[in-house]
């Protein structure tokens, strides 16, 4: 492949079928804007057929790694949010209980003397482990103008509310926590948990459910991320 061609700084199509190309040049990584590759599959022998198969993510991705000897990164940072009565840290304790590695806990104060408690386990996954860093953040009201400096947008989010304070209970959270959410991160994923469900009737679930929809739907948020 001439050297000119990985230098097109706009290059999005790469048509190489029929050629006599046996292997991609790792400097193909550096082609950010490549979004279709057309090749002849059963002539290449470098990357390997599971590699290209994988498509043009798949392909830079291990191009970049060969050719800048990187190694895949797998940690992930979760953070949590709630008030106290949400029951936050017995989450984070049966996500620990079903890691595969023993869960390693940050010794520290109390929650109600800190603004959070960090911890992290490892969750093992069909191919990788995956290193979870906890961000346990305090319910109490004194904390909350604080903790905001404190969240990243690199992280997935848990949002816990206890369900029996109804719908002002919600109201009153949730908006907060999603706005907080977005000044970070527009596109950071978003789980949101309702705890003690089962002192709930079905009517009163289906209304919450209404209601969150539309606080989303309110928050600017893309919904495919919550």
């Not at 490549?34 to 057929?49: A, E, I, M, S, V």
């Not at 198969?53 to 990164?73: C, F, K, M, N, Q």
């Not at 992930?76 to 008030?83: A, C, P, Q």
């Not at 869960?103 to 104060?109: H, L």
Request: charged letters at 25%; proline letters at 6%; hydrophobic letters at 40%.
């Amino acid at each position: 492949l001439p050297a000119w061609v990985l230098e097109l700084p706009t290059l999005g199509v790469l048509d190489i079928r029929g050629t006599p190309l046996t292997h991609l040049p790792k400097e193909l990584a550096n082609c950010s804007e490549l979004l279709t590759l057309r090749l002849d599959l059963d002539r290449f022998t470098y990357p390997q057929k599971r590699v290209l198969e994988a498509g043009v993510s798949g392909i830079r991705d291990h191009l970049y790694r060969e050719l800048y000897h990187t190694v895949p990164y797998y940690h992930m940072g979760l953070v949590v949010l709630g008030e106290c009565s949400a029951d936050k840290t017995d989450l984070i304790n049966c996500l620990q209980d079903q890691s595969n590695v023993k869960a390693a806990r940050k010794p520290g104060p109390s929650a109600q003397k800190t603004p959070f408690r960090a911890s992290n386990f490892t969750l093992k996954g069909a191919r990788h482990e995956v290193v979870f860093h906890v961000t346990d953040f305090a319910g109490e009201e004194v904390f909350l103008n604080i903790n905001p400096w404190f969240r990243t947008g690199r992280a997935v989010y848990f949002a816990l509310w206890n369900v029996k304070k109804g719908q002002q209970g919600l109201i009153k959270k949730l908006p907060q926590w999603l706005f907080s959410i977005r000044s970070r991160s527009s596109s950071a994923p978003i789980v949101l948990i309702g705890t003690h469900c089962e002192d709930c009737s079905k009517d009163d679930l289906q209304r919450l459910e209404e209601m969150i929809r539309l606080l989303i739907d309110k928050s600017a948020l893309p919904k495919e991320n919550v």
